[in-house]
């Protein structure tokens, strides 16, 4: 699906262009692809058969096991827009966020992360209180009403799947955006940054990995 309902993921391109030594550690190979890649299509795009993908440990993050699990990172980029496909071990597809819990007197109470102070882009859906016999004490619902982003949010679409225990991410964006909330990506011989995050059903405590990653756009 383009739009994932539950949010367990973050990828955030960040980043400025200034000379710097890279290692390769932390080289992202971008390559130069021809056609307008399909992002439903995840891993089975044959854009990405040639590239090595770099793999990478993130720790810290909440539900994962120990608070680690590996992830791996390639990217592709044509005249006009960027390509990342991101991959992570998560074997529990958890997907439950800011529940609603029917109550035993009929109220309804919000599940909440102790550890989250909040945050942008969602819309509530509210209940009413009351007796329902469709729904006993224990049961959830959503508490969130999802749609596309727009403006700047939307100027990265993404496609998402999980199947044997690993989530596939494959996001695109416009190098150049226009946006003074976004880095351009103008000149690509520039030396550009961006960090990676992955949360499994953790509202604020995601495992990330310390220090950028650089992507060299190659032809």
Avoid: C
């Amino acid at each position: 699906m383009d739009r994932p309902v539950f949010s367990s993921y973050v990828l955030a391109l960040l980043g400025v262009g200034f000379a710097q030594v890279s290692l390769a550690a932390d080289i992202v190979a971008a390559i130069k692809v021809m056609k307008p890649l399909v992002l439903s299509a995840g891993a089975a795009d044959p854009t990405w058969e040639t590239p090595k993908a770099l793999t990478v440990p993130v720790a810290g993050g909440e539900n994962f096991k120990d608070g680690k699990t590996s992830a791996s990172i390639i990217s592709g980029y044509s005249d006009e827009m960027l390509y990342m496909l991101v991959q992570y071990d998560d074997p529990t597809r958890s997907i439950r966020r800011l529940p609603w819990q029917k109550q035993a007197d009929g109220s309804w109470e919000k599940l909440r992360d102790p550890n989250d102070e909040g945050g942008g882009g969602y819309t509530n859906i509210e209940l009413a209180n009351g007796k329902d016999s469709k729904l006993k004490p224990g049961d959830e619902v959503a508490s969130i009403m999802i749609a596309p982003f727009t403006g700047d949010r939307g100027d990265i679409a993404a496609a998402m799947n999980w199947k044997n225990d690993k989530w596939t991410v494959v996001m695109s964006r416009k190098l150049v955006t226009g946006s003074n909330y976004d880095v351009q990506f103008d000149n690509l011989s520039n030396t550009f940054e961006f960090g990676l995050a992955a949360f499994d059903n953790a509202q604020v405590r995601h495992a990330f990995h310390v220090g950028p990653f650089k992507p060299q756009f190659r032809n």
